[in-house]
């Protein structure tokens, strides 16, 4: 329904209501009943078993599944139930941890809070809770108020509306009840419509509900948000790849052991086509040995760590002022190198100042304006208001004309005063899109005086005299030529220029005919303003431009507002573009990919070309965060890889779309986000790299076992002790180093980078071997001593031992020593000794369960010095590589 094509009255009469009388209240009930009530329709929830169904879909768990259930059905009760044990942990911590995450965010989106709204009902001007209102309701709004449903105009007072986000305009937009003839016109353009979750900003209003809860315009965009799947992020994409990889390698190496088992049967006789049942044994214990390799293959602990990690990251980013409401986020947001920002409330304060004028002539300081004439016109041509309190000012009406107020308190002038004196003003003209301009009239002890401001253009063009030092002059071309630059000054650096003038009436002029009475006037003077940068913007954007992230401007604005913030946060280079949305409107994706990464600037950005963007971005195999804060930034938000919402001013819609929340609003918490989220991706790494070495160390040492003929070295739930228990507070530990300083100095993380980088798989690799031959040494020689019976405990018990110390060597990458920082992490010092604790137990007393035996103290302090073997190792490949490295600088030199 077009009902802004249509008059008021038509529209009350289609909708079957009554200006005078509203509805009755069996009507409502019956209207309730039909449309529903003006609430949203919340998302529906996830059960716990959807959740947990989710959890179970990832490669490792199910990797792990498949091995449970074969372990099942071999016999092998205890291997199987240790398996499923392992996965039962990871879900869990994963469900409960994404609930804690969703009950916070709950707490702060206070969705239930129901505002009081004046409606018209059984004849009454009644107050009623804004959910209780429904179609055909006749509202009253004023000054301060939030437009509670979309509606229709039916009168209005001086309206102003801010709808900056919903269109991403900053501009208020002046509402009338007019018809409006143009079909498809744009919200932006309807100037009879008032929409739900916009500001009165001033004057009053009279309007007709013609849509509530999920059908008004901000519903649309949050049904829309429902249907949104969020794609996976760089981290759950590169997990999954490993996964991915390990199933295969480990499924392919587990069945080539399986069928070279049978083989080898197969020469002995004991697998003989027609006699299968003497067989089995020897079946039965080759798949055993299938399902240990595939158990050493796969880092159980992983998707254990990974969540038990991002929960605690996620209670640390959360007191730096960065609400996590999911858990992947905590990393995500470390790997990005694109942000496409809003200006409006995110980069700016959203928060109109004057900071230049020029007045009788000459251009005047901020705090010593002396031009009554120019001071009248910025107290008596307006309807907003201010406050003051401790030295804070608090808003009502249009922010540009709030900033004139402020300006006149710092020049010592109450506005109050003024009103007092001139009374009520006998004529007043709203601004207009066409006229550019408003006036005010009042009456005085001469007559009459009108009060004019708008475009400097538009007020230059009907003014014929000049105020200069207090005098009235005629307006030459002289005159014109040095207002005209020095106005041209203030738009070169993006101000908003607004120009004032006035003139005198002996006789009462005709009101109604403005464009004779808004003539002849007399050029006061004209004032720059702007919405200021936040505090901390500016280095934040030095930061993430060391860090290697390019920063994006996506705003409603003009695009000589938004070119001259980005030129003040310095991220316009030579190469740079600077576009308005109907210019990528006019591209091809292919085109707009092509272009995207000069683009720093699209200005009168709409919903739907953020959301285009923020793709195109993506398939560039960009990792995107979009900060926002206003409902028009909610797809955006949802379609990037991490969408940031502001936790002060933002919608609700917008919350409800983003990954994190700012609790302080401030751009600079991004960037500390962005350290945290970095300082996770490698805590990843180091456990990664911890974990893939005692599972490779595993996976070799069993093949080896079997092919040259030693018995099996390690059981199924041995195997599992290592990599859940044995490897979780250790691998958990290098998982919660703090961030280090050098991470904002760093390049971003390439989305198609792969998670073990080249250092990685060279320690992985080459320690590994180490452990690897330290233990084939043992299982042959005996080196260490202890009886025949003790000999596979002591394999066991070392195994685990050469991963204890090998958990410091995966602190440092590179080439850096452990020892000058091993006593900084005073955590993993304790933890380590603990699982040292913890080991001694397990093998002294749990024979039955890990078929283990007893050791002696001796055998204990001997493993202790063999196993530190791994540490040296290390340091002295070390050593090595530096020296190298310093080799080829000199010779570069």
């Not at 759950?236 to 190496?253: F, H, P, T, Y």
């Not at 969408?643 to 919608?651: D, E, K, L, P, W």
């Not at 995966?810 to 005073?826: A, D, Q, T």
Request: glycine share 6%; net charge neutral; hydrophobic share 45%.
């Amino acid at each position: 329904m077009n009902y802004y094509q249509k008059k008021a009255q038509a529209v009350i009469a289609e909708l079957k209501s009554d200006e005078e009388h509203g509805l009755s209240s069996s009507e409502v009930r019956a209207r309730i009943q039909r449309y529903g009530k003006n609430v949203f329709t919340p998302k529906p929830k996830e059960s716990l078993f959807v959740k947990i169904m989710e959890s179970l879909k990832e490669p490792l768990i199910i990797i792990l599944l498949i091995s449970g259930v074969i372990s099942l059905l071999m016999g092998h009760l205890p291997d199987g139930l240790g398996i499923f044990a392992a996965v039962l942990i990871a879900t869990t911590i994963s469900v409960i941890q994404e609930g804690k995450s969703d009950k916070a965010f709950e707490a702060l989106a206070k969705l239930s809070e129901d505002v009081l709204v004046k409606a018209v009902r059984d004849r009454q001007i009644i107050h009623i809770p804004q959910s209780e209102l429904t179609i055909g309701d006749i509202i009253h709004l004023e000054t301060g108020e939030k437009v509670p449903a979309d509606a229709r105009v039916i009168h209005c007072s001086n309206l102003g509306i801010d709808e900056s986000l919903l269109t991403g305009e900053a501009e208020s937009v002046t509402k009338k009840s007019k018809p409006i003839e143009r079909e498809n016109c744009p919200l932006a353009e309807q100037t009879n419509m008032l929409f739900s979750g916009t500001m009165v900003i001033e004057g009053r209003a009279i309007a007709l509900v013609t849509a509530v809860g999920d059908q008004t315009e901000m519903g649309k965009i949050a049904e829309e948000l429902k249907g949104e799947t969020t794609a996976q992020t760089p981290l759950q994409e590169k997990l999954a790849d490993l996964g991915k990889k390990i199933s295969i390698i480990g499924s392919i190496v587990a069945a080539a052991i399986f069928l070279f088992e049978l083989l080898i049967m197969y020469r002995q006789g004991l697998l003989v086509p027609g006699n299968i049942t003497s067989a089995l044994p020897g079946v039965k214990d080759a798949f055993i040995t299938s399902v240990a390799l595939i158990v050493a293959a796969v880092p159980e602990g992983l998707p254990t760590m990974v969540a038990i990690t991002l929960a605690f990251n996620m209670q640390k980013m959360a007191k730096n002022n960065a609400l996590v409401r999911k858990l992947i986020a905590c990393e995500t947001i470390g790997s990005v190198n694109v942000i496409c920002s809003d200006k409006t409330g995110t980069l700016t304060e959203n928060k109109m100042t004057v900071v230049e004028a020029w007045c009788n002539g000459q251009e005047v300081s901020a705090a010593s304006l002396n031009c009554t004439a120019l001071l009248e016109n910025f107290c008596l041509n307006t309807t907003a208001d201010i406050t003051k309190k401790d030295s804070q000012y608090t808003f009502l009406g249009n922010p540009t004309e709030c900033a004139l107020l402020v300006y006149a308190d710092m020049n010592q002038i109450n506005y109050r005063d003024y009103r007092k004196k001139f009374g009520e003003p006998v004529a007043e003209y709203n601004f207009t899109s066409a006229r550019k301009m408003m006036s005010t009239a009042y009456e005085t002890a001469d007559g009459y005086r009108i009060y004019t401001k708008g475009s400097p253009e538009k007020v230059l063009k009907i003014s014929d005299r000049v105020l200069v030092n207090n005098e009235i002059v005629p307006l030459t071309q002289e005159h014109k030529d040095r207002i005209e630059a020095g106005i041209k000054g203030l738009q070169d650096h993006a101000r908003r220029v607004l120009a004032f003038a006035y003139t005198d009436f002996r006789a009462e002029p005709q009101w109604e005919d403005i464009y004779n009475v808004e003539n002849n006037l007399i050029f006061t003077g004209f004032v720059g303003i702007e919405d200021p940068l936040r505090k901390d913007v500016k280095e934040a954007i030095d930061q993430c431009r060391r860090a290697g992230i390019a920063v994006k401007i996506l705003t409603g604005d003009n695009i000589n507002t938004a070119k001259a913030i980005a030129d003040q946060l310095g991220i316009i280079r030579k190469d740079s573009l600077v576009l308005e949305v109907t210019d990528i409107d006019a591209m091809s994706d292919e085109e707009l990919k092509s272009k995207l990464s000069n683009i720093v600037v699209i200005a009168r950005s709409n919903p739907t070309a953020k959301m285009r963007v923020v793709k195109l971005l993506r398939e560039n195999n960009a990792s995107v965060v979009v900060t926002g804060d206003g409902i028009n930034d909610a797809p955006a938000l949802k379609a990037a890889d991490v969408g940031v919402a502001m936790g002060i001013t933002g919608t609700e819609v917008s919350k409800e779309a983003s990954d994190i929340v700012l609790l302080d609003d401030s751009f600079s918490s991004i960037v500390k986000a962005i350290k945290w989220g970095r300082g996770i991706y490698e805590n990843f790494q180091r456990f990664i790299q911890f974990q893939l070495t005692v599972n490779i160390v595993a996976f070799i040492t069993v093949i080896l076992a079997e092919i040259i003929g030693y018995k099996m070295p390690f059981t199924t739930l041995q195997l599992l002790w290592v990599n859940i228990i044995m490897d979780g507070p250790p691998a958990l530990t290098l998982g919660l180093e703090p961030p280090r300083e050098h991470l904002l100095e760093k390049r971003p993380i390439k989305r198609n980078a792969s998670i073990v980088t080249k250092d990685m798989l060279f320690k992985i690799i080459s320690n590994g071997l180490f452990i690897v031959a330290a233990l084939i040494f043992l299982l042959k020689t005996q080196i260490l001593g202890g009886s025949e019976a003790q000999q596979s405990t002591i394999v066991f018990t070392s195994f685990v031992l050469f991963q204890l110390w090998n958990a410091f060597n995966c602190r440092e990458f590179g080439v850096k020593s452990i020892f000058p920082y091993i006593h900084k992490n005073k955590t993993m010092l304790g933890v380590v000794f603990l699982t040292f604790l913890i080991q001694i137990m397990v093998t002294q007393f749990g024979g039955q369960v890990f078929k283990t035996v007893p050791l002696e103290p001796y055998l204990w302090l001997r493993m202790l010095g063999f196993t530190f073997s791994i540490v040296v190792f290390s340091e002295l490949l070390k050593l090595i590589m530096r020296a190298g490295q310093k080799f080829v600088k000199i010779n570069n030199l």
